[in-house]
């Protein structure tokens, strides 16, 4: 262990009179541009937790090659949800083959507009992940 000393030496005298510090607001175009990694509120879909069950129930394609291959699991993805709610860079973490991949990316892709996160009430471009579940019956 190593022991540093730091002397700092600082002479301010009575009669010397410190300004107020002022803070700027941040530039609004900026801001309202600015890739937050964790917001927040993160990005969600619809109103309520079941409303992305219903949209890949409705959406989501089991893939035959993956359905001849009693292929089973969880596709793992990564996105961004920009400040307007659109789906971008949508990529998979960890899959499982079989077209259960590509399957996933394209659903996540058709997906309408998410809400997107917030900072400080306003909303931001975040990232997201999220796992999609294969399951034969």
Request: a negative charge.
């Amino acid at each position: 262990e190593e022991e540093i000393e730091i002397q700092i030496d600082v002479e301010i005298t009575e009669e010397q009179i410190i300004e107020d510090v002022v803070f700027e607001e941040p530039d609004e175009e900026i801001a309202e541009e600015a890739f937050v990694p964790v917001p927040e509120i993160m990005a969600s879909f619809g109103e309520d937790s079941q409303d992305w069950a219903k949209f890949l129930k409705k959406n989501l394609k089991y893939p035959r090659s993956a359905q001849r291959m009693a292929i089973e699991g969880k596709v793992f993805l990564r996105f961004i949800v920009d400040k307007n709610g659109a789906v971008s860079d949508v990529t998979v973490t960890r899959g499982i083959g079989g077209g259960c991949d590509e399957e996933a990316m394209r659903v996540l892709k058709k997906s309408p507009r998410w809400n997107p996160g917030k900072q400080r009430g306003r909303p931001v471009k975040s990232p997201m992940a999220i796992s999609i579940v294969f399951r034969l019956k």
